[in-house]
Nanobody, 118 residues
Framework: QVQLVESGGGLVQPGGSLRLSCAAS????????MGWYRQAPGKQRELVAL???????NYADSVKCRFTISRDNAKNTVYLQMNSLKPEDTAVYYC????????????WGKGTLVTVSS
C-alpha cells in the first residue's frame, strides 16, 4: 500500500516562494510518474506539474516559468518549488503517484493548503 504525505504549505505574500514536498512510502517510487495537482475553492482539481520516471516534466500554462517540479528517488520524494506566487495560486495542493507495475494505479495524498495573500 502506497502512502503519500505532502508538506510545506502555508501562508505567503504575493511574490513570495514556497517549496512543497511529497514523501512516498513503498519501493515503487522510482518507477512511478509523479504529479502535483491543486484545487481552489469552488473549482475542479487541475494539473499543476508532472515528472515522469525518466525525469521529463510538464507544466500547466499558468505556472510555467514560476514553478519547478523535481524528484529525489533516493528519498522517495517529489518537490514543487513555487516562485512569484500569486493570489490565484491559492489552493489545496495534492500529490499523485501513477504506477504501472501492477496495471495502471493512481495514489493520492491528502493535500496541503497554500494561501497567497497580503
Amino acid at each position: 500500500q502506497v502512502q503519500l504525505v505532502e508538506s510545506g504549505g502555508g501562508l505567503v505574500q504575493p511574490g513570495g516562494s514556497l517549496r512543497l514536498s511529497c514523501a512516498a512510502s513503498g519501493s515503487i517510487f522510482s518507477s512511478a510518474a509523479m504529479g502535483w495537482y491543486r484545487q481552489a475553492p469552488g473549482k475542479q482539481r487541475e494539473l499543476v506539474a508532472l515528472i515522469t520516471r525518466g525525469f521529463s516534466t510538464n507544466y500547466a500554462d499558468s505556472v510555467k516559468c514560476r514553478f519547478t517540479i523535481s524528484r529525489d528517488n533516493a528519498k522517495n520524494t517529489v518537490y514543487l518549488q513555487m516562485n512569484s506566487l500569486k493570489p490565484e495560486d491559492t489552493a489545496v495542493y495534492y500529490c499523485k503517484m501513477t504506477t504501472t507495475t501492477y496495471g495502471v494505479m493512481d495514489y493520492w495524498g491528502k493535500g496541503t493548503l497554500v494561501t497567497v495573500s497580503s
